[in-house]
Nanobody, 126 residues
Framework: QVQLVESGGGLVHTGGSLRLSCAASGFALGDYAIGWFRQAPGKEREGVAC????????YYSDSVKGRFTISRDLVKNTVYLQMNSLEPGDTGVYYC???????????????????WGLGTQVTVSS
């Protein structure tokens, strides 16, 4: 059974940094992708970055490109999201999710992902 556990959220000031972690377990053999999503109050869930676990290819939304970096540690089965130059607009609950089929490589569409963590809160104060 696939399990995803996020950690690393918190409260930072504008311009600060945080690193989120997503510990993954229960995957069968084969390639899959891990994506990071966020959801602010009253807004739809938005994809920010994803990574193919097999080859490490990464994709980013325009809103975070150049500020956020997604990476993976295959030994620890963990995916990280390094977030720099944080802005109040980055506030929200951050979720990691697994795309087990990768029908659309690089997809940041929530509906393409099969399993989700419970999320971690990120708050950026102005």
């Amino acid at each position: 059974q696939v399990q995803l556990v996020e950690s690393g959220g918190g409260l930072v000031h504008t311009g600060g940094s945080l690193r989120l972690s997503c510990a993954a377990s229960g995957f069968a053999l084969g390639d899959y992708a891990i994506g990071w999503f966020r959801q602010a109050p009253g807004k739809e869930r938005e994809g920010v970055a994803c990574i193919s676990m097999n080859d490490g290819i990464t994709y980013y939304s325009d809103s975070v490109k150049g500020r956020f970096t997604i990476s993976r540690d295959l030994v620890k089965n963990t995916v990280y999201l390094q977030m720099n130059s944080l802005e109040p607009g980055d506030t929200g609950v951050y979720y990691c999710a697994a795309d087990l089929l990768i029908l659309v490589p690089g997809s940041l569409v929530p509906g393409h992902y099969d399993d989700w963590g419970l999320g971690t809160q990120v708050t950026v104060s102005s």
